[in-house]
């Protein structure tokens, strides 16, 4: 019996998070289309390049700059030449990352003005602003 409510219990918070990841997105959606001002037909052309480009640099970060992060936390026990790949690899990173953003912008270019691209950078910023506001205020205090 306990099997089954733990288990219950952990399908219901799957559930329960992956609602809020989807509202979220929804809502980021309509907060980037309302500040960008798109049309029909530039929303048409954008979303596909702005989800692509966005996977990609999910990819990056879970697949490069996770193992950087876990190092850099390590930090104090690495030795000199440990402290040399590690800093080849954040490197690395910081260019692939670079070229990911390069690439993004140049395609972006082809479907909406540089200034919907600076309105996106800083929609993006306002957006994840807003959100880090939701979560602290819906957040337990810890006193």
Known sequence: MKKILTLTICLLSIV???QK???IESLKIGFFTDKLDLSTDEAKTFWPVYNKHNTLFKDLKKNKWKSVHQRLSNIDSLTEKEAEHLL???M???AKRNELREDFVGELKTVIT??????????EYEFNKKLLKQYNSSSPSKD
């Open 114 to 123: 540089p200034k919907q691209i600076m309105m996106l950078k800083y929609a």
């Open 21 to 23: 990841k989807d509202k």
């Open 88 to 90: 080849e690899d954040y």
């Open 16 to 18: 329960s998070f992956a």
């Open 92 to 94: 690395a990173y910081k």
